[in-house]
């Protein structure tokens, strides 16, 4: 479950925000000010729960003045109205005070930045705000809101996202008389997706004319069909871009229906000629996704991501390029031993900048464009970053460098500048230093353990507040979701690391086999193996750390969520007595109701090897079937299951509850009838850590 990683896409919960999709406008809160926000005390103290949810969630929008002000955004969390609140702020590359440039209900994203002038969207309208006379003013007033828009190069048309209902899958719809019915019928896959049910209606991407806000002429690109564009559930406007002279629209879409839709990853790259409506398969052949389409800054070239094999979505993600005259198309990363995360063109065009998981961090990489592709000679791919830090957005370029957004396990994103002269990262913003001031200070070191099979296995490792080694301590092994996720320097609003060292507990968190960043060998070893190498890395890890006189061997703990909870499910069985606790969130417990019930079955099918029914696969759903050894269980568990989650249906945390239960083992259910895989309300959150922090209280 690649992209639904538990540290990693957890970060999501940055952006729980208004909803910028509708005409009605939120109530605004009382939010506290900026400056205002730093703890009553005045003293330095652990992280809590209520503290965490205090900081400010940074992100950057864009730079203006040519490289000498970066446009920031900042959400902040109010715990009383369980809302919260994003503005937008202008500071000073080179240093100097942040200055607030919207203060209006709603949330707050930049579209363009052009000249003065800082296009955004609020409350799914366009906004216009000239940052030198502070002229603020509405140009559309568009039913229902805007949703991922993007103007063209000349700005006088427009691309955005509607919900077209194409399919007739609730009775409503099929049976316009029978008013008060609520029943779906299917007969496909892909009735539902993540956390809601398929009412068949599907993301289309639309263009129009612009001229002074009007919006008129609309074209539905997919008009009539089945397919989505952005792709759900997580599809943005990353998924299409303008061509460089704003005649056609490149947009990302799986066009694949049902039950295939289910089965495969096969998105493809489409151009769609506004001039004559012709429709043509750029990345025809290329049978894994393909996304994120953006011309170089000349136009030369049309570059996208794209992963090789159908049904692998974990799978090593390279960058393409291609000339969109001739066709002529390269790989510059496959010779590579990585996987890209995220990727932006320099603004020569001679270069594209990208982030990647590498060593237990994530950092920035360049590539050249080769003048002379004929010479065969492959592209050099340089690390530019390095450090106990990871690079989490690239923002832009100026003279100087490039601006990031960048992270580490005790400090939430913020903005920074990566200088070429230094190869090192310069403060830009410090939105959450107040609050930190505050916060006792927790180490992060990482440690090198010898795996049951010989090889090295890296592993972060977080220490209390004034960690005494003449002490002992509660420790906990954390496990990862994914499974193909890094566990690197990131910074989680739940899973935080600092946040759990800060209630007294010694937390290792391996990079076990499966994860990115140690090569595609390592990443790959996981995919029909997760009862295997994977949890015997995790059993090396805690028992190499065990050694250690500060652990408190009689207080060892396993916690996890996703493939992290089925790790939690699967060492309940097998950890012989080295565990004293366990916390599994939404973690997968019988693999045979799993594979009947989960959505993305392009998923199951390569990680699992396929079906249950198939003899080949056997050893999945036996030996690494957690509930084939529920019987020896004997640990107390406290499981937790989001009634929304249709990736790990709430199957899965009822059965392992109630065979806790019937067992007699010490166990608690946590439901949270309201959330998916996640946990998005900041209140809910606040339950799902004193639930959590209560238990591990109560057995270690």
Known sequence: MHKISCLGALLLIQTMVFSQTGSQVPQKIDRPKIEERAPQQQQIAPLSPETLWKLARVNGEGIWKHGQQVIIGVSQYDLESNQSEKELFAVPIAGGDMVQITDRPGAESVLKI??????????????????????????TNYEGGLANVKLSPDGQQILFTKQVLVQYYHSKDKYEELTESDVYIYDNLDYRHWDTWNDGKFNHPFVAKFEDGEITEERDLLEGESFYSPQMPFGGAGDYTWSPDGKSVYYVSKKKFGTAYALSTNTDLFRHDLQNDQVVNVTEGMEGYDTDPAFSKD???????????????????????????????????GHWDGTVNAYTWSEDSKKIFFTAPTQGTVQLFEIQIPTDFKRKAQPVVKQLSDGQFDI??????????????????????????????????????????????????????????TASDGADLFSWVIYPPDFDPNKKYPTLLYCQGGPQSATTQSYSFRWNFQLLASQGYIVIAPNRRGMPGWGTAWNEEISGDWGGQAIRDYLSAIDDLAKEPYVDTERLGAVGASYGGYSVFQLAGIHEGRFKSFISHCGLFDMVSWYGTTEELFFANHDLGGPYWEQSNMKTYTEFNPIRRVDQWDTPILIIQGGKDYRVPIGQGLAAFQAAQLQGIKSRLVYLPDENHWVLSGHNAQVWHREFFKWLNETL
Do not use: C
């Open 114 to 139: 052009k000249g003065d002038d800082v296009y955004y969207i609020r409350n799914g309208q366009i906004w216009r705000l000239n940052l030198t006379s502070r002229a603020d003013e509405q140009i």
């Open 299 to 333: 136009g030369r070239w049309l570059g996208w991501l794209s992963m090789e094999k159908d049904g692998y979505e974990a799978d090593k993600n390279d960058i393409y390029i291609q000339d969109p005259i001739s066709g002529e198309r390269h790989n510059l990363t």
């Open 392 to 449: 989490t957005g690239i923002i832009g370029e100026t003279e100087e460098g490039l601006i990031v957004s960048s992270t580490t396990m005790t400090r939430a994103p913020e903005i920074y500048a990566f200088l070429w002269e230094t190869k090192a990262l310069r403060s830009i913003s410090a939105v959450n230093e107040e609050i930190y001031e505050y916060v006792a200070h927790v180490d992060v070191k990482p440690r090198v353990t």
